[in-house]
Nanobody
Framework: QVQLVESGGGSVQTGASLRLSCTVS????????MAWFRQVPGREREFVAA??????????RYAESVRGRFTISGDTAKTTLYLQMNFLKPVDTAVYYC???????????????????WGQGTQVTVSS
């Protein structure tokens, strides 16, 4: 069983920064990949970033829309996933979710169906 709890969302203006956190409660070694997705009303959940979460953690992957502005990372104890978001834009407004996959990072990391567990989400609102 994996439990995920996001925090750190809020309302900011264009160009500001936010750091999202996702607390990961899981048996050691059970999670292979962690990711951030986002969703706006009426649209499917959209991939943002993913990272390997096993003993070879790292190898971050990003959506083209956030590359160079967002950074995904995790603590060495693998208890917290982060998303540092810089130079935020109104189009970044969404509910952000962290997801956990029991499988290793693979070519299907952009699909929400690849992930087995989800947090409850945290709202990020960027105003112009």
């Amino acid at each position: 069983q994996v439990q995920l709890v996001e925090s750190g969302g809020g309302s900011v203006q264009t160009g500001a920064s936010l750091r999202l956190s996702c607390t990961v409660s899981a048996r050691s070694g059970s999670v292979g990949t962690m990711a951030w997705f986002r969703q706006v009303p009426g649209r499917e959940r959209e991939f943002v970033a993913a990272i390997s979460w096993n003993m070879y953690s790292g190898n971050p992957r990003y959506a083209e829309s956030v590359r160079g502005r967002f950074t995904i990372s995790g603590d060495t104890a693998k208890t917290t996933l982060y998303l540092q978001m810089n130079f935020l834009k109104p189009v970044d407004t969404a509910v952000y979710y962290c997801g956990a996959s029991l499988g290793s990072l693979s070519n299907t990391y952009v699909s929400q169906h690849r992930y087995d567990y989800w947090g409850q989400g945290t709202q990020v609102t960027v105003s112009s």
